[in-house]
């Protein structure tokens, strides 16, 4: 496991960012919850929210209403965004793995050492979805410290630390099918110089056309198939609360995480080294 | 048996040439020269050993085993430097010694003391940062973890770039060490006083082809460079009844340089009947070899 070992070594500061990041932000942006939890915020926010058409609550997944004065509905609203950024992560660190090493050269000592490309790609694979899963547990450890700081007055915990455990199983979901994906572009692209704007334009790009096919499901038919490129439509956390995940999404999220590792291992065994 | 054959091993870039059909033997225990100037084949050529390229067609073998067919068997016996030395920049040198120490299934701390004697031999200071480093102290961690697991094979791709004489000095002598316990080295370089101060062979690689190797060791084949100015203006050729060949390196005005390799006696022989002005015989340096071959010499 030395490829592992190297490779966690070397993206433990970028994990550190992002885990800090993210914690932070979810404590500040929690710490607005006790102003939210008052009956006539909720009036005022549904009174705003009637103005918006049906199409633009949609877009940013006001559809049904939440209910800001429980803490986990106002938790799960506010984690919509975080798994954009989740999902950018989990991008990047996919694309990052195998084409990082190419652009900087230190791939030359690698290969120089006693180990198989396959030994490569599933180890650097491991340590990037390792990462990727200690940042969905500092994005949860954080939830649960949020909620524990900012509770009102009888919250059922128990309820609220159990939504909070579906909806970082949904984030660890979604950013590890743009892993994959980003894995796959790892071994497409040419320079490491360009996986921030593509790891990005991957996760808005797709999230977009998702929004697309919901805003406008009743008005053009068939639309509505679309969604099925988008994995953050997969995941949704307030659909997490309600409804859980269908079946039909986590399957075809496993078939891209499938079909995306199996042809980079397949391109990757053909690479060459730049020379 | 070689330690290295290489057999039509070649390699293109697109329409760029980087080794074409090279064929080469490295003998065990030996110290092999590899030589030619910038863009000639050697690091591709070791490059390709190493497996880091995949060859369009030939083979290599080292240690009998086929570089691509068991890449991780031949490289746990091997140690590289490479030409341009590219490390993960924040990275402390103890580290990258002992993750190359891991690789080659060592345990770092059995070899405290080898990892110790290395950085005293080079300079080194282990606790640096790979960034902070300057070019010559990049080269010299890479000369440390090719060294530090005791590989059977060295291959060192212009390995004294970048280092001042008293650590190439010490390279050199820490190569002699190490090929006297049996350690098999191929160097690549355009120095040509340390390939014939340490090398028992050299192979002139040109144009991605292995165009000579020379015994370095032996003084049995040493070629002599002869200048000879004819003492009248009638023309120059060597004939073909002399029991040795000659390469003309030089013409000026009634002046011809040529390097000659074999019996001398029966040449000058030849050559009084020219009714020369002066002759010079020197033996021939390998920088008059290198020059020879690279700057588009001809038969004489």
Redesign the interface.
């Known amino acids: 496991m030395n490829v592992f070992r190297l490779d966690f070594h070397n993206q433990r500061k970028s994990l550190l960012v992002w885990a800090s990041i993210v914690a932070v932000s979810v404590l500040s942006f929690m710490a607005f919850y006790p102003s939210m939890n008052s009956t006539d915020m909720a009036a005022a926010i549904t009174s705003q929210a009637s103005a918006f058409s049906p199409e633009m609550l949609q877009a940013f997944g006001l559809d049904s209403l939440p209910d800001f004065t429980r803490i986990i509905e106002f938790y799960a609203y506010l984690m919509q965004y975080f798994a954009l950024a989740g999902a950018c992560y989990g991008a990047i660190l996919g694309a990052n793995a195998l084409i990082g090493e190419e652009t900087s050269g230190t791939i030359e000592y690698l290969y120089a050492q006693p180990v198989t490309r396959t030994e490569i790609f599933f180890q650097k694979l491991l340590s990037a979805v390792t990462s990727y899963s200690l940042y969905c547990l500092a994005v949860a450890l954080f939830s649960y410290l949020s909620i524990l700081v900012f509770k009102a007055a009888g919250t059922d915990l128990s309820n609220a630390f159990g939504g909070i455990t579906k909806i970082t199983a949904g984030l660890l979901f979604t950013g590890l099918i743009f892993l994959a994906v980003g894995f796959l572009l790892s071994v497409l692209i040419k320079s490491q110089k360009s996986v921030a704007f593509l790891a990005t334009g991957l996760v808005f790009g797709t999230y977009i056309a998702g929004s697309f096919a919901l805003a406008f499901d009743q008005k053009i038919d068939g639309i509505r198939y679309l969604i099925y490129l988008s994995p953050l439509h997969y995941a949704v956390p307030a659909d997490i609360l309600s409804t859980g995940v269908e079946p039909s999404y986590i399957w075809t999220g496993l078939g891209v995480m499938l079909v995306s590792v199996g042809l980079a291992y397949i391109l990757y065994q053909k690479k060459d080294l730049k020379s | 048996m070689p330690v290295i054959s290489i057999q039509n091993l070649k390699k293109y870039?697109g329409k760029s040439r980087?080794a074409d059909a090279v064929t080469m033997d490295v003998e065990e225990g030996e110290i092999y020269g590899f030589i030619g100037p910038n863009g000639a084949g050697k690091s591709?050529t070791i490059?390709l050993l190493?497996?880091?390229?995949?060859a369009d067609s030939g083979s290599a073998t080292i240690f009998g085993t086929d570089v691509l067919k068991d890449?991780?068997?031949?490289?746990?016996r091997?140690g590289?430097v490479?030409g341009?030395v590219?490390?993960?920049?924040?990275?402390k040198v103890s580290?990258l010694l002992d993750?190359?120490l891991?690789?080659?299934q060592k345990n770092p701390a059995d070899y405290r003391a080898k990892t110790k004697e290395i950085c005293e031999i080079f300079s080194i200071d282990p606790t640096k940062q790979f960034e902070s480093l300057s070019l010559g102290n990049k080269k010299k961690v890479a000369i440390a973890?090719a060294v530090i697991h005791n590989p059977d094979l060295i291959l060192l791709d212009e390995p004294t770039n970048g280092l001042d004489p008293l650590i190439q000095k010490n390279l050199f002598d820490y190569l002699q060490s190490v090929n006297r316990e049996g350690t098999t080295i191929l160097f690549s370089s355009h120095n040509l006083s340390e390939v014939k101060a340490n090398c028992r062979r050299a192979g002139f690689i040109k144009d991605g082809k292995i165009i000579e190797t020379e015994d370095l060791a032996s003084n049995e084949h040493q070629e002599k460079v002869i200048t000879v100015t004819l003492g009248n203006s009638g023309g120059f050729d060597l004939p073909s009844s002399l029991p040795g060949t000659g390469r003309l390196l030089k013409q000026e005005d009634r002046k011809y340089s040529f390097h000659y390799a074999g019996d001398t006696v029966p040449l000058l022989s030849y050559l009084s009947t020219l009714a020369p002005s002066d002759i010079l015989i020197e033996d021939e340096s390998l920088e008059s070899r290198f020059l020879s071959y690279y700057e588009g010499g001809k038969k004489a």
Not at chain 2, 86 to 91: C, F, K, L, N
């Open positions: 870039y980087g591709t490059k190493l497996g880091l390229l995949k890449s991780r068997a031949v490289k746990s091997i590289y490479p341009d590219r490390y993960y920049p924040d990275m580290y993750t190359t891991r690789f080659h973890q």
